[in-house]
DNA sequence: AATGAATGAGCTTTCATTCAT
DNA sequence: GATGAATGAAAGCTCATTCAT
C-alpha cells in the first residue's frame, strides 16, 4: 500500500514474459544507441509495450536505464560465477569461456552482450553515477575470474598487458561486427573469437 | 546538380577560415555523437556561424554529413598521399606512419581523426548510401598503401591477417580513449601506439 | 440512471469508513486544486484506496465530483438545518453561527469548507452543469435562513446588500487563508470571523 | 554573438505587436488556471503563436512564467507610478483611483489585472521563488501610494484595519465576478467598485 | 468487491528545417 | 551572403480511464 514497495519489485510481479519483453527491449534500444539516443518510442515499437506501462515502472528514462544497466550486469556476473573455474588455467582458455558465457545469454536477452559493452563506455552524465557500483563490481568479476588463470606463460613477455588490451579491444570490435549483420550468428562469432585468441596464443607459447 | 552551381562550389567561395569553422564544428558534433543523436544547435553553438547558412549551404543535415564526410575522408587521402613510402618497408613502421599522418591533421581539424573511425562505423541508413564510395575509397587507398610494406616476416605467421586486425582495433581504441581525456595529446597517443605496436612487432620477429 | 441500481446507491452500500475515506479524499483534492486540476492519483495517494474502485463507483472523474460535490452540498445543507433559527436573530449572531456549523463539520470532512467556496467558483464547462442544481439548492437554503434574521438595522442603510456581498467575500477569504496554514486551527479562524463580523456591526450600530 | 545576450533582450527585440501578442496569451492562460495548470499548447491557440517560438524566448513554462509575472508586476508599478498623488487625499478616493489604474491597463493587456491577483496567490513551488522579489516590491509600492492618503478619518475606528482588509478581499472578488462574464466591462466593474466603496464610506464617515 | 496493470491522448520540451529580412 | 525568428513533428513524461484477474 502506497510505499512499502519499490518500484523494481512492482515490476518483479509482472509475468516473467512481460518482463523480459520490456528488459528486451530496452536492452536493445539502449545497446544500439547509447543512453541518450536511445528512444521509448523506439522500445514501445520493438517490445509491443506500452509507452505509459514504461513509465509506471521506471520513473524516468533514467530509472529504466539504470535498472536495465544493474539488471544486465547482474545477469551477467551469475553467468560468470556458474564457470566453476580450475585455478591455473589456461588464460586463452578462460578468455574463450567468457565469451562462450555471453552467448549463453543471448537466448534469453539477445541484445545483452552489446549492450555490457555499451554499459562500459556509456558516460552520459545523467546516468554515468547511478550505474557506476554495478558497473565496477562487474568489472572487479569478471577481472577476479580471469586473475584465476595461470599467468606465466604471458609474463614471459615484458608487455603482456598491452597484449591482453589488445586481445580486449579485438573481442569487442568482433562483438560489435557480429551485432551489424542483420541476425547474430553465435557460431560465427565464437568462431572469430577462436581464431583470434588462438592467432595470439600462438605468437606468445 | 542539375543547377548551374552546385552546393559545394558556393561553399568553397566561403572565405577559408569560416569553411574551417563550420568544418569543424560539424566534425567535431558528427565524431562524437553520431549522424543521428549530433545536433545542429550544437554546431552553431561550436562554431558560432548561424543556424540558416548552414542550411544555405547544405540542404540538410544529411547533405551536411555527406559533405563533411566525403570532404574529411579526401583531406585524409591527400594527407595519406603525401607519404612518399618505399617500397618494401617495415609494416609496423608503416602503420604508425598512418597514425603520425592523423596527428598532423589534427593541427587543422582536431577531430578529423575521431571522425574517420566514426564514419567508418556509421549505419544509419539516412546517410549511409551516400558515404558509400567516399568511404569505400578511403578504405581502399589505406589499403594500398600498407601494401606496400613488405609482408614477409607477417607472412611467416598463417594468421597474420587476424594479427593486423588486432591491431587496427586497437589502434581505433586507443584512439578512442585519447579523445576521452578533456584535451587531445599527440604525444601521449603516439605514445601508446607505438608501445602497442612494438609489443606485437616484438611477438612477431 | 436506467439500472436497478444507481451509482450513488452502490456507493452506499460500502463501509461507512470507506465511504468517508474515499470522500475526504475526493473533496480534499477537488477543494485544492479544483476540478480540472485534481488528480486522481493524488485521491488514490491521499485515501489508500485503489485506483480501480473510484472509476468502479463513479464512472469518470466527472462524474466522481458530481456526486461528492452534491453529496458536500447535501450534508452541508442537513448541517445549517439543524439550527433551529429563531425568527428576528441578529444578522450578525447568524452569519457567525453558520461559519460555526462549518467548522462542526470538519470533524467528518475536514475539507468540506474549503470544498464548498470551491464549488461556488467552480466553472469548468465539463461539469459546471451538472453541479448547477444542488449549488443552487443550497445557496438557496443558506439564504432562507439568513433571512429569517431582523433585516431592520440592516436597512437603515441603503447599501446594506452591499455591506453583506463584503462579508461573505471577506469569510470566504479568511476560511481560504485558514486552509493555507498547515494545519487548519478552527479556534483561529472563528476569532478571525468574529473579529471582523464585530467591525462591521460595530459601524452598522 | 553566443551569450552577451540574455533570453530576455532576445524577446524584447521582436516587433512590439508580437511582443504583446505571446504576453496577453500567457497572461491569459497563467490568469485563468494559475502556473501549473496552464497549457502552453492554450497560449498558442489563443496568441497565434508556434510552439516552438514561446520555447525559443523562453526556456521554459516556468521561465515563461517568472518573465510574464515580472513583466506585469513592473507595468503595474509604471501605472501606479503615474499617478501623482496629493499627500492626504481621501483614502477610498485613492482606491478607486488604484482600481481605474488597473482599468487603464486592459486596454493593451486585458488579462493582467486579473493575472495580477493570481500571482499574489500563485503558490506553486516551481515559480513561487522566481516571483518572490517582484511580487512584494509591487505590494510595496501599491501599500507605499495608500499610505499616502489621510487615515485619519479610518483611524476613528480601532478595527480600521479590518475593514481595509474587508474592501480588499471585495474588491479582488469582484474583479473575478467581472472575468466571469463573457466579455470584461470596465464600466460595469467601475460602477460595482465604486459602489462598495462608497457604502463603506458613508459608514465611516 | 477490489486491485493495479495497461493504454493512449495530451503536456512540456527539443530539434531539423524554412523563411523573411 | 547572413541572420535568427518561426514552425511542427517527435521526444520524454503524466494522467484519466479501461480491463483482466
Same mark, same amino acid.
Request: proline share 2%; glycine share 6%.
Given at each position: 500500500?502506497?510505499?512499502?514497495?519499490?518500484?523494481?519489485?512492482?515490476?518483479?510481479?509482472?509475468?516473467?514474459?512481460?518482463?523480459?519483453?520490456?528488459?528486451?527491449?530496452?536492452?536493445?534500444?539502449?545497446?544500439?544507441?547509447?543512453?541518450?539516443?536511445?528512444?521509448?518510442?523506439?522500445?514501445?515499437?520493438?517490445?509491443?509495450?506500452?509507452?505509459?506501462?514504461?513509465?509506471?515502472?521506471?520513473?524516468?528514462?533514467?530509472?529504466?536505464?539504470?535498472?536495465?544497466?544493474?539488471?544486465?550486469?547482474?545477469?551477467?556476473?551469475?553467468?560468470?560465477?556458474?564457470?566453476?573455474?580450475?585455478?591455473?588455467?589456461?588464460?586463452?582458455?578462460?578468455?574463450? #569461456? /567468457?565469451? !562462450?558465457?555471453?552467448?549463453?545469454?543471448?537466448? =534469453? *536477452?539477445?541484445?545483452?552482450?552489446?549492450? @555490457?559493452?555499451?554499459? %562500459?563506455?556509456?558516460?552520459?552524465? #545523467? /546516468?554515468? !553515477?547511478?550505474?557506476?557500483?554495478?558497473?565496477? =563490481? *562487474?568489472?572487479?568479476?569478471?577481472?577476479? @575470474?580471469?586473475?584465476? %588463470?595461470?599467468?606465466?606463460?604471458?609474463?614471459?613477455?615484458?608487455?603482456?598487458?598491452?597484449?591482453?588490451?589488445?586481445?580486449?579491444?579485438?573481442?569487442?570490435? @568482433?562483438?560489435?561486427?557480429?551485432?551489424?549483420?542483420?541476425?547474430?550468428?553465435?557460431?560465427?562469432?565464437?568462431?572469430?573469437?577462436?581464431?583470434?585468441?588462438?592467432?595470439?596464443?600462438? @605468437?606468445?607459447?
Amino acid at each position: 500500500m502506497g510505499e512499502g514497495q519499490s518500484m523494481n519489485e512492482k515490476f518483479y510481479s509482472l509475468k516473467k514474459e512481460k518482463q523480459d519483453k520490456m528488459l528486451n527491449g530496452a536492452m536493445q534500444i539502449f545497446a544500439l544507441y547509447g543512453y541518450r539516443h536511445a528512444s521509448t518510442d523506439e522500445m514501445v515499437r520493438v517490445s509491443g509495450v506500452s509507452k505509459g506501462l514504461w513509465f509506471h515502472y521506471f520513473e524516468s528514462k533514467a530509472g529504466l536505464y539504470a535498472f536495465v544497466a544493474s539488471y544486465g550486469l547482474k545477469y551477467a556476473m551469475i553467468e560468470l560465477s556458474m564457470r566453476t573455474v580450475r585455478q591455473g588455467a589456461d588464460y586463452f582458455a578462460l578468455r574463450y #569461456e /567468457v565469451e !562462450e558465457g555471453k552467448m549463453r545469454m543471448l537466448d =534469453k *536477452y539477445p541484445y545483452l552482450p552489446l549492450f @555490457l559493452d555499451s554499459i %562500459a563506455r556509456e558516460d552520459d552524465e #545523467e /546516468v554515468v !553515477e547511478m550505474i557506476k557500483e554495478p558497473r565496477e =563490481k *562487474y568489472a572487479e568479476q569478471l577481472q577476479q @575470474l580471469l586473475l584465476q %588463470a595461470d599467468y606465466a606463460p604471458l609474463k614471459a613477455h615484458d608487455d603482456y598487458l598491452l597484449l591482453i588490451d589488445m586481445l580486449n579491444y579485438t573481442l569487442e570490435a @568482433l562483438l560489435a561486427n557480429g551485432y551489424r549483420s542483420p541476425v547474430f550468428s553465435k557460431e560465427r562469432y565464437l568462431t572469430e573469437v577462436q581464431k583470434h585468441i588462438q592467432a595470439l596464443k600462438k @605468437l606468445i607459447a
